[in-house]
């Protein structure tokens, strides 16, 4: 446990951003899954629709430093492959 006021005042906040960034990540995957879900139905519109609102998300969660860029940017392109090969 921590002992001085800073490091007390370093674990608060690490526990605040824990629960933010889970929030985020959880959000980011629900969204994915979607995504996942309406490609392996074969819904083409549908999946679109679902990459449209995930795209954002995913570069969001990159753009606060929750996720790496490139991996952000390797998710979306893996999405949109799986998008554009049922249309």
Request: proline share 1%; net charge positive; charged share 30%.
């Amino acid at each position: 446990m921590a002992n001085l006021s800073s490091s007390k005042k370093m674990v608060r906040k690490i526990t605040t951003r824990t629960v933010r960034n889970k929030s985020h990540i959880t959000n980011m995957r629900g969204l994915i899954k979607k995504v996942e879900e309406a490609v392996s139905s074969g819904n083409a519109e549908e999946a679109k629709n679902a990459l449209k609102k995930a795209q954002p998300k995913i570069m969001k969660v990159a753009q606060k430093g929750i996720l790496h860029k490139n991996t952000a940017a390797r998710k979306v392109s893996r999405l949109a492959k799986k998008v554009k090969n049922i249309s």
